[in-house]
């Protein structure tokens, strides 16, 4: 499977890099990660950025960091993950501190969700989000998200956001 680079006025969203782990290992040992289950530990951080790599070759989509195209500089994530942890595919979206409130999770997750318009076979997507994290419900709902209080959750406390998803054969 070869993993898409996609392109938007200010970003770069491209495959993962092992020079990505330590960025991605602060974000999820932090209090930033709750609204995730964590903060995590270096050993279950790694089987996540390990999975959000690995499940391009297993299912055809997955994670790509964001990065800024003007400094090359990485800001985030923004990942289709599916498997045994998740009831349907799920759009998620992750920045790292300094770019939060920039638009640069709408910008990343609005190109992920218009590259998975295309993506056979892919005929439901969702956000789970946690009840407390107003940051992400917001943008969930800007990206055109309804909730769904019905939808099977990998947790029972998470709101569920159904996304518009127009699969091509």
Do not use: K
Not at 16 to 34: Q, V
Not at 37 to 54: E, L, N, R, T, Y
Not at 127 to 154: C, E, F, K, M
């Amino acid at each position: 499977m070869t993993v898409p680079t996609l392109t938007t006025a200010r970003l770069v969203l491209r495959t993962m890099r092992i020079a990505d782990w330590p960025g991605y290992a602060a974000l999820m040992g932090s209090e930033r990660a709750e609204y995730m289950g964590g903060p995590f530990g270096v050993a279950a951080a790694w089987g996540m950025f390990c999975s959000d790599h690995a499940q391009w070759e297993f299912y055809g989509s997955g994670a790509l960091m964001i990065e800024d195209r003007a400094s090359g500089r990485t800001l985030g994530q923004v990942a289709i993950n599916r498997g045994p942890l998740f009831p349907e595919p799920e759009l998620g979206w992750m920045v790292w501190p300094d770019a939060e409130g920039r638009g640069i999770a709408f910008e990343a997750a609005r190109a992920m969700l218009d590259w998975a318009q295309g993506q056979a076979g892919l005929d439901s997507l969702v956000s789970y989000v946690d009840p407390g994290n107003a940051r992400s419900i917001t943008l969930a709902l800007r990206l055109g998200a309804v909730r769904d209080a019905t939808a099977a959750r990998p947790d029972p406390a998470d709101l569920v956001f159904c996304h518009r998803v127009r699969a091509r054969a």
